[in-house]
């Protein structure tokens, strides 16, 4: 299984990027999928998740700013990030997993259930 994300780079403050990871085995196949970036000296957190029935779960302060989606004849998933700002700094990694649980209120719970990892691609906002 293989997830290769990309559409990372270096934006203003205020811009907005798309970001895209693309699955090597249907994107059906898995329950649930995300997003989560570490930014320079943080820990990782969870960003968004999408489950299989397209319940979407985002982080507080995410919440309005960024969208996720998923397109399965693509097998992508996407994550559309709006009036970016420093804070937003980190790689970006997408993940995947093929049991029963998604988001259920814990990002280190989501985090511990994804089973398939990417590279991770490298956002970076300038004020």
């Known amino acids: 299984v293989q997830l290769v994300e990309s559409g990372g780079g270096s934006v203003q403050a205020g811009g907005s990027l798309r970001l895209s990871c693309e699955a090597s085995e249907y994107t059906t196949r898995y329950h649930c999928m995300g997003w989560l970036r570490q930014g320079p000296g943080k820990e990782r957190e969870g960003v968004a998740a999408l489950d299989r029935d397209g319940t979407a779960n985002y982080a507080d302060s995410r919440k309005v700013r960024f969208t996720i989606s998923k397109d399965n004849a693509k097998n992508t998933l996407y994550l559309q990030m709006n009036r970016l700002n420093a804070e937003d700094t980190a790689m970006y990694f997408c993940?995947?997993?093929?049991?029963?649980?998604?988001?259920?209120?814990?990002?280190?719970?989501?985090?511990?259930?994804?089973?398939?990892w990417g590279k991770g691609t490298l956002v970076t906002i300038s004020s």
């Open positions: 993940a995947a997993g093929a049991g029963d649980d998604c988001y259920s209120g814990s990002w280190i719970e989501f985090i511990f259930n994804m089973e398939y």
